[in-house]
């Protein structure tokens, strides 16, 4: 048989084989695979199993080869048919039996029966052909070529640049075909087929020449190379659509493409007026030729303002007012617009925006303002508004006239006052409704004389081209001029009684010439203390003090200044002299009084007078001084051995050192704190911290009965210590 270089047998895949393409290879390949099969196979005790007919490769047979050894399989032209009922076909003759060796064993699971042998694969008679044109949109088909007798199945695989992109399997003789994509246009097409005698066994393999795709051309595809549209600034212009494909787009100027000018629409800008403007139009598609049209050309043209409104004037046709012009809508926008301002049919210099006020120039003339619009490639365009006539101006008080300054002597009185630019000013002041003589200025002097009468002032403003204005502000007293304090007043001298007391007066400006002065206790009135100086005295006691100095001076209005209030300190007053029972509210009233101490003090507040022991409230036997709480609902109170009893001043020592028995206040007569001593051990030492001084139980916060050195802290929440034979105490 003949070979050709694209034809080799293939394996499909699953088979444990791969063909070979010659005859005798394929008999020596079968008969390698039958005859170890033939050993293998197990049999029953004494049985004799004949082998399968082999394949006899038809090429001429060597007659001076030496016969096959023993035990191997003949070689027929081909396999014979499968047993029927494990009989022989009767078309096949038998072979010659070749008893096999039986290898005895304990036991045969099964009978396998013989492999069947592989047909012999397809002979390649001439190669595969692609026919057809390979275009895009057109197809390419093929029938695998010429075989031998033995091919019964094509397998086909279509192959673009290497890359499988169709398979498909046919009987001998049926054509497969392939529809050529866009997507394959300029690419190499492989077709590469597999024949085999069925669609499960291998088989040769053969490839055909390549082809490559080609792009296709454009048909039937009409495009108007018109322009749409007038070639003026700001229109549109515009060219057909093809039929099919993608479309893009590019205008021209003369030669020259336009920057992003690529859409089937247009507008001409002003660049193009005088130009010639056209399109081109590239068709293409994937897997297609691109094709170009061109346009017809057309030359750009000047724009015209297809709404140009005539323009109003808003605003009061007064002089000294704004004009305002209002050029209303052009069409298309963009326009650039100059305004000019005419007085008759003058152009006013300088007047050239759209907002004009009026002068004096002109009052009684006519006025009018030119709009004038501009746009690149555009005809200029002027419009003029109706001619106004402008009256006379009203001058405008842009704040009211106020007579600045006091109306007092020896002052100077001024003018506020806001008017329209540019006005001229004449003033007269006027002396209870009398013009002054000499009064024309914008100021004016208060001198003595004045005291006591009406000054107002009338302003008159005028401007060209403007009505003459005139104001008169209201009219206002002239009082006495005010002395200025700069220093107040203040007291000195010690603040006890019978101490004097003395007043500064302060200081003033001007200097006054004379000074008065009285004194306050409270707030209220001190009668007859009219002097700089006070004497302090009972009435005084807890109380405050000040005074207030009156300064005066001729022609200035007396002035009354007030010294800050000194506080005077509660000093003990004695209201109880000596031992006896008193009664509360009338002889003593319920407040903290004091003792003057005693050795033996005994006290007891009673709520009644009739001797029995449930007339006590409270009572106490105490050494020193020491205090006690009456309160508002007590009868009585009974002091023997206390001395006196006085008020509580509101100072005290503060002392830090508790030398002597008795009741002290926290933070008045001493401070809070650690203390610390020594108590004798003759002497019976008791300490006591209190939150008030009504003798009731109650009142104790601590107590302690210490003996030898003595530590006790005082804090400073509490109200009262108390302290009994502990000797003297030091705070640390």
């Not at 033995?150 to 003789?173: E, F, K, L, M």
């Not at 006013?348 to 303002?369: F, H, Q």
Request: aromatic share 10%.
């Amino acid at each position: 048989m003949s070979l050709h270089e694209n034809v080799r047998t293939r394996t499909r895949p699953g088979l444990l084989t791969r063909s070979i393409a010659t005859a005798g290879s394929i008999a020596l390949l079968a008969g390698l695979l039958m005859a170890p099969a033939a050993q293998a196979l197990p049999m029953e005790a004494g049985a004799v199993t004949e082998p399968a007919p082999a394949p006899v490769d038809p090429a001429p047979v060597d007659q001076t080869a030496d016969p096959a050894p023993a035990g191997s399989v003949p070689v027929d032209p081909a396999p014979a048919d499968p047993a029927v009922d494990g009989q022989p076909s009767a078309e096949v003759p038998p072979a010659e039996t070749v008893p096999a060796e039986v290898t005895p064993t304990e036991k045969v699971p099964t009978e396998t029966a013989p492999a069947e042998a592989a047909p012999a694969a397809p002979e390649n008679i001439s190669l595969p052909l692609i026919e057809g044109d390979p275009v895009v949109g057109g197809t390419l088909t093929s029938t695998g070529g010429q075989w031998s007798n033995s091919a019964g199945w094509i397998q086909y695989s279509w192959i673009i640049d290497g890359v499988p992109v169709q398979t498909a399997g046919h009987a001998v003789g049926e054509a497969d075909v392939l529809n050529i994509v866009p997507s394959m246009a300029g690419k190499s097409i492989q077709l590469t087929v597999v024949a085999s005698s069925d669609a499960q066994t291998s088989g040769t393999e053969a490839s055909a020449e390549p082809v490559t795709v080609r792009e296709a051309a454009f048909s039937d595809n009409v495009w108007s190379n018109a322009v749409t549209g007038r070639p003026a600034v700001g229109q549109v212009l515009s060219v057909g659509t093809p039929q099919w494909g993608t479309v893009t787009y590019q205008w021209f100027r003369g030669t020259a493409a336009i920057a992003s000018a690529t859409a089937a629409r247009y507008t001409v800008a002003p660049a193009d007026v005088g130009q010639k403007l056209w399109a081109k139009a590239t068709l293409s598609a994937p897997g297609y030729t691109t094709v170009e049209r061109s346009s017809v050309q057309v030359t750009g043209v000047a724009g015209t303002f297809v709404t140009a409104p005539v323009p109003t004037v808003s605003g009061t046709a007064r002089v000294g007012q704004v004009q305002t012009s209002i050029a209303g809508t052009w069409a298309p926008g963009g326009a650039g617009l100059s305004y000019q301002w005419y007085r008759g049919t003058a152009a006013i210099a300088g007047a050239v925006s759209y907002r004009y006020t009026t002068t004096a120039a002109d009052y009684g003339k006519s006025l009018k303002v030119r709009v004038r619009a501009t746009k690149a490639g555009f005809v200029t365009v002027d419009r003029f508004s109706a001619p106004r006539t402008i009256a006379a101006g009203t001058i405008v008080a842009t704040k009211s006239v106020v007579v600045t300054g006091v109306h007092r002597y020896n002052q100077t009185l001024g003018i506020s006052q806001g008017w329209t630019a540019g006005v001229s000013y004449k003033y007269q002041w006027y002396r209870n409704g009398v013009a002054i003589r000499g009064g024309t200025a914008s100021w004016f002097y208060l001198s003595p004389g004045y005291i006591g009468s009406k000054v107002n002032v009338k302003v008159t403003v005028s401007k060209a081209g403007y009505a003459t204005r005139s104001v008169t502000t209201g009219a206002a007293t002239v009082g006495k001029a005010l002395i200025t304090l700069k220093t107040a007043p203040k007291i000195t001298g010690a603040l006890w009684l019978g101490a004097t007391l003395t007043a500064s007066p302060g200081t003033y400006s001007p200097a006054p010439y004379a000074y008065t002065y009285q004194w306050y206790r409270n707030g209220v009135t001190i009668s007859g203390a009219r002097n700089r100086t006070y004497r302090v005295n009972a009435a005084d006691n807890g109380k405050s003090l000040s005074v207030r100095v009156a300064a005066s001076r001729t022609y200035y209005d007396t002035r009354v200044a007030a010294s800050p209030a000194a506080k005077l300190p509660t000093w003990a007053v004695t209201v109880l002299r000596g031992d006896g029972t008193y009664r509360v509210g009338t002889q003593i009233k319920p407040g903290l009084y004091k003792s003057t101490g005693g050795s033996f003090c005994y006290w007891a507040r009673l709520s009644g007078f009739s001797g029995s022991f449930d007339d006590i409230i409270e009572n106490d036997i105490v050494s020193g001084v020491t205090y006690v709480q009456i309160l508002p609902g007590d009868v009585g109170f009974e002091s023997d051995g206390c001395g006196n009893w006085t008020t509580v001043p509101s100072t005290g020592a503060r002392a830090t050192s508790i030398t002597r028995d008795g009741t002290y206040r926290v933070g008045i007569d001493i401070l809070p704190g650690t203390y610390y001593g020594y108590a004798a051990a003759s002497d019976f030492c008791m300490w006591t911290t209190l939150r008030g001084f009504s003798g009731e139980y109650t009142d104790i916060v601590d107590w302690d009965i210490p003996s030898g050195w003595v530590v006790v802290t005082i804090p400073s929440g509490v109200r009262g210590f108390a302290v009994d034979g502990c000797g003297t105490l030091t705070r640390g």
